[in-house]
């Protein structure tokens, strides 16, 4: 049964490493990495762009329509990766996000934090205000500010609606068309749900809602240091996650997890991040690095035989049960 699933998650590894080949191709994304000219532009701050946006869903899915959308989504994303129900990890990571999001450029909608059982490093959000973290983050994090930078990144991709444009612009293209002509606010028998759990499927495996542009991560970067900072944490704790994932890209990448692998190289987003903390950000020592609750956290991930290294999982399941 074990080799079945492994089975599956190599197949669906592939379909996703296939989706993202397509959908990249489609879109016309980057798939190499830009120069450092190319990524700066000629501007001081790469940040500038982002200064004064505002965002809203005008154009796109109605705010009601995105959370149908990402409710719809998390319902098939349950179904196809294992979520740790663990009260004690799952509250940390709800609270924390929590406290982000309300200090965010989008503070109304209500977020929905999970984590999932898979030793990569990833994190992921879908619209409607769903963000995933797996335990191979929650293992490899150092302290509560880098998991902030982490949770507000993905916080980020949500305010700015990357997921829902990425999903229009797909729409214009032909062969993604008979994937999702279906309205997401179809009401119909058991026939048009599982449809409708299929179109998911194929959505979610063709990382529609979490293939971004660098551009896009960019902006999610911003977001994400500007709410950490506002909720109070040390903003270098970006850098020092950043820094964590360009080690693990050379010492370890296959631990690192697709969404990773897809933003801009880790020295370019730790230069964007240095500047814009130089150039806006005060550094007060009241800031915060580190929380009892983060060692709490720590704690009950090793119990749990989530920490890195702790167990084989194959033994650790059969304790569970
Ligand atoms: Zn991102």
Redesign the pocket.
């Given at each position: 049964m074990r080799i079945g699933s492994d089975a599956q998650k190599r197949r669906r590894l592939s379909i996703l490493v296939l989706g993202n080949l397509a959908l990249g191709l489609v879109l016309g994304l980057p798939t190499r990495a830009l120069g450092p000219v190319e990524a700066a532009g000629q501007s001081r701050n790469p940040y500038d762009k982002y200064r004064r946006a505002s965002y809203s869903n005008e154009g796109l899915y109605s705010e009601q329509e995105e959370i149908r959308l990402g409710e719809e989504l998390h319902k098939q994303l349950q179904k196809e990766q294992r979520l740790v129900r663990d009260p004690e990890l799952v509250g940390y990571v709800q609270r924390l996000g929590e406290r982000l999001a309300r200090v965010s450029k989008r503070p109304d909608l209500d977020y929905h934090f999970f984590i999932i059982e898979d030793p990569t490093v990833n994190a992921f959000a879908l619209p409607g205000g769903y963000v995933y973290v797996h335990t191979g983050l929650l293992a490899t994090v150092e302290s509560e500010s880098e998991l902030a930078s982490v949770l507000g990144?993905?916080i980020g991709?949500v305010v700015a609606r990357h997921g829902l444009k990425n999903f229009k612009r797909a729409q214009q293209y032909q062969f993604i068309v008979g994937l999702i002509n279906l309205s997401i606010g179809a009401i119909g028998g058991e026939s048009t749900a599982a449809r409708l759990g299929q179109t998911a499927s194929q959505l979610l495996a063709a990382g529609i809602f979490t293939k971004?542009s660098r551009d896009a991560?960019r902006e999610?970067d911003f977001l994400g240091l500007h709410a950490m900072y506002a909720a109070g944490y040390d903003p270098r704790g970006m850098i020092s996650m950043f820094e964590k994932l360009e080690r693990l890209s050379r010492q370890n990448p296959d631990l690192l997890g697709f969404?990773f692998r897809t933003?801009p190289p880790a020295s370019e987003r730790i230069r964007n991040t240095q500047a814009e903390i130089t150039d806006h950000l005060a550094l007060d020592p009241r800031l915060v690095r580190d929380t009892p609750a983060f060692s709490l956290m720590k704690h009950r991930l090793r119990e749990l035989g989530f920490a890195r290294n702790a167990e084989p999982p194959a033994r650790r399941r059969r304790r569970l049960r």
């Open positions: 990144h993905e991709h971004h991560e999610a969404v933003h």
